[in-house]
Antibody
């Protein structure tokens, strides 16, 4: 069965960096696009970034562009999110999610999320 | 920037039909997908590509889309359907994704 397990969350000071990881299993990771989605406490879902199956194309929401990098290592079945210059408003649960195959652009599986708290 | 607009809340009695709307200028050419999120849990896909239901999702969940509005319908809503619901789609470039602001469904 498809499993996505995030790690790397924690408490970090404003301006510092953090790298999140998502380990995938139960499917052929190298053939699926992958997303990061976040949810601030008490707020709605916010799409953060997507990376194509081969890592060739990456797209970001405007609020993180230039500070965040999505990447993947298909040999390790792992997705990453490198977050730099963190702000208080980046505090959220970060979900790793799989994009469905076959040309569709919806998310079909989600991890359980990892909490990032940006605070001094 | 492109936005998807949902009503903040919808309230129905058990057994009634709940309708949650999502409006966006690109929806005439882009699919809407719908997620249910219960408190403290990860989202669950309930409708994809406007009107398709994933396996395991009850038949009372259905979707439709017309013009700039997509609609999630829960026919005969049950107490266990209380949750936040989000629409999800892409902008015209199909590269950027976005969620609607979410709708809190109350069934009581």
């Amino acid at each position: 069965q498809v499993q996505l397990v995030e790690s790397g969350g924690g408490v970090v000071q404003p301006g510092r960096s953090l790298r999140l990881s998502c380990t995938a299993s139960g499917f052929t990771f190298s053939t699926y696009g992958m997303h990061w989605v976040r949810q601030a406490p008490g707020k709605g879902l916010e799409w953060v970034a997507v990376i194509w199956y081969d890592g060739f194309n990456k797209y970001y929401t405007d609020s993180v562009k230039g500070r965040v990098t999505i990447s993947r290592d298909n040999s390790k079945n792992t997705l990453y999110l490198q977050m730099n210059s963190l702000r208080v408003e980046d505090t959220a649960v970060y979900y790793c999610a799989r994009e469905s195959g076959g040309g569709s652009s919806f998310i079909d599986y989600w991890g359980q999320g990892t909490l990032v708290t940006v605070s001094s | 920037s492109y936005e998807l607009t949902q009503p903040p809340s919808v309230s129905v009695s058990p057994g009634q039909t709940a309708r949650i709307t999502c409006s966006g200028d690109a929806l005439p050419k882009k699919y809407a997908h719908w997620y249910q999120q219960k408190s403290g849990q990860a989202p669950v896909l309930v409708i994809y590509e406007d009107n398709k239901r994933p396996s395991g999702i009850p038949e009372r969940f259905s979707g439709s889309s017309s013009g700039t509005m997509a609609t999630l319908t829960i026919s005969g809503a049950q107490v266990e359907d209380e949750a936040d619901y989000y629409c999800f789609s892409t902008d015209r470039s199909a590269n950027h994704r976005l969620f609607g602001g979410g709708t809190k469904l109350t069934v009581l």
